[in-house]
Structures are given as structure tokens and as C-alpha cells.
């Protein structure tokens, strides 16, 4: 193996010609210079110097390693040059996932205290739900996914480093004109006989477990990603729905009574990443930011 420190002492022994006089120009000894190519003709396995006197020659193999040490030098420099850009924060790139009621809430503020605080740091954003989100991460597609939960399930996220950002209500979604409209809250059995509009896969699922538990199989009517699609199909009378609260930040509802629901219904929202990347500036100062957010 041979290593940069070697390098430099042979492109010094060969501009100046002798151990003594590289010695001088490098700021270390005579026998430290000796000892240094002893070790690197040992890596190279073959002699790279002719000694004839006070006089240090390159041999064939001296002269090639030579003619490549400048620019093995120079990249090494500029590498370590942008590693400390990287490590300073000057530079950097985080790769976000969030899935969307997280992108059009938490995630602008988090970026633009960063963007403020960290100018050279460059953040892309991809939208994805949980699950999908977190095999993005895992699959290395990104470096922080931003997710979410109902309650604790077990492993699943054990080999991840967890941010916790904040606890996340769901609450009812009633026509202006339901009978329900003016109720400040509502226990999820009032409304066994409703049609429903359901959210992504994950808060669908959520939706049948705790009407279930209610007593009661939901009639879902509509289903569909997009939240300002489901507050417009409520709006329209064409069911009820629960979302979460961080949801209807970002829309402003029309045609729509929210109401609290009973029993209370949470999901966890998080910030996710890798180990090993939790210790990259850019990466921990993105979950900073986001946990900062989260509590405004």
C-alpha cells in the first residue's frame, strides 16, 4: 500500500536531489526521509532510487511513481479540501423523504432554517409514504426519511436511529351540514352507518382497526392519497373521514366541521436515518432543523 506521506518525501528527494536537502525543505530529519523510502520501495517492491554518492537518482520505476505523485497529491488535497467543506457545513447534500402532509408543513420550515444557517448544503425532496419511504432508506436512496406510525410496532424500525418530532391527533371530518356539524367531539360508533373517505394505505388500515374496535366494519365509499381530495369529498356530502391534524395545516378546509373523536386516535411522526449517516453534519443539522420545526 502506498501512502501519500511517502509520496511527498520521494517528489522532494527527487527536486532536491539528496535525503539531507529534502529533509530541510520537508522540516523533518535525514533519517525519517531514509527510513520513509526504505518503506515505500518496500511497497512498491522494487528500488526506486540510485545512490551514487551525496546524490539521489530515480530509477524507471522512481520516475514513473513520480510523474503520478503530483496528481495522486493534488487529488488527495482536493478531496481533504472538499471532506472539510462536507464536515464544516460549507457543503453537502441531504437526500429527504417525507411523505406529503409532512412535506407542505414540517418540512418547509425545517429547510429554510437550514438553507439560512447552512447556505451550502443542498437538500432534494421526494414525496413517499411509510412503508415505502422507509425501504427507501434502507435501500440507500435517501439519507432521512420523515414518517410515521400508530402506536409501537415492535422492530421495525430497530436498526434505524429514531427522531421523535411530535404526536400527531386525528380528528373527525363532517359535511357543513351533517347532523353532527355542531358536536365538539363524536365517538367513532355515532357514525357506524356513514360512508367514509380513507387516506393512504397505512391510515386506511388504522381507520378499519379502531372502527373494529368500535364494533363496526367502515363502509369506505372513496379512497385516495391526496388529503385536499378527501376534505373536498366530505365538503361535497359525499361521506366522513378522520385526518390528522397535521393534514388540515397546510388545506384550508371548505364545506367541513372537524371534530374531535373518541376514543383519541395518534400517530408518531418521526425523522429516520442510518447509523453510520446520523453522524454526517449535513444529515444531523437537516434532524435538528426538523425537530425544531415540529415544535413550533
Avoid at 464536515?87 to 437526500?95: H, K, T, Y
Avoid at 369506505?220 to 385526518?243: E, M, R, S, W
Wanted: charged share 20%.
Amino acid at each position: 500500500m502506498i501512502e501519500a506521506r511517502h509520496l511527498r518525501v520521494l517528489r522532494a528527494v527527487a527536486a532536491t536531489g539528496s535525503f539531507s536537502a529534502a529533509a530541510r525543505e520537508l522540516g523533518c530529519t535525514q533519517p525519517a526521509v531514509s527510513q520513509q523510502m526504505k518503506a515505500l520501495e518496500t511497497s512498491a517492491g522494487t528500488p526506486l532510487l540510485i545512490r551514487t554518492g551525496r546524490e539521489m537518482r530515480l530509477t524507471q520505476a522512481g520516475e514513473v511513481l513520480v510523474r503520478h505523485a503530483s496528481g495522486i497529491l493534488a487529488g488527495l488535497t482536493a478531496a481533504e479540501e472538499e471532506i472539510a467543506a462536507i464536515a464544516g457545513l460549507r457543503a453537502g447534500r441531504v437526500r429527504l423523504v417525507s411523505f406529503p402532509s409532512g412535506s407542505s408543513t414540517l418540512v418547509p420550515t425545517a429547510l429554510a432554517a437550514l438553507r439560512a444557517a447552512h447556505p451550502g448544503t443542498r437538500v432534494s425532496l421526494v414525496d413517499a409514504e411509510p412503508p415505502r419511504s422507509v425501504e427507501m432508506l434502507r435501500e440507500g436512496d435517501c439519507d432521512v426519511a420523515l414518517a410515521f406510525r400508530y402506536g409501537t410496532t415492535g422492530a421495525e424500525w430497530d436498526d434505524l436511529v429514531v427522531r421523535p418530532l411530535l404526536t400527531d391527533r386525528l380528528v373527525g371530518l363532517v359535511p357543513e351540514g351533517h347532523r353532527l356539524a355542531g358536536a365538539e367531539s363524536v365517538a367513532i360508533g355515532d357514525l357506524t352507518d356513514e360512508p367514509w373517505i380513507a387516506g393512504c394505505p397505512r391510515c386506511r388500515r388504522q381507520l378499519v382497526e379502531v372502527c373494529e374496535e368500535a364494533g363496526f366494519t367502515p363502509r369506505i365509499d372513496f379512497a385516495t392519497d391526496d388529503y385536499p381530495a378527501v376534505i373536498g369529498l366530505v365538503g361535497a356530502g359525499l361521506g366522513v373521514a378522520v385526518l390528522p391534524e397535521l393534514a388540515l395545516e397546510s388545506v384550508r378546509p371548505k364545506g367541513v366541521r372537524t371534530i374531535a373523536v373518541n376514543p383519541p386516535v395518534a400517530r408518531e411522526i418521526v425523522a429516520l436515518t442510518l447509523p453510520d449517516l446520523s453522524q454526517v453534519p449535513a444529515v444531523a443539522a437537516t434532524l435538528d432543523q426538523l425537530t425544531l420545526a415540529a415544535r413550533r
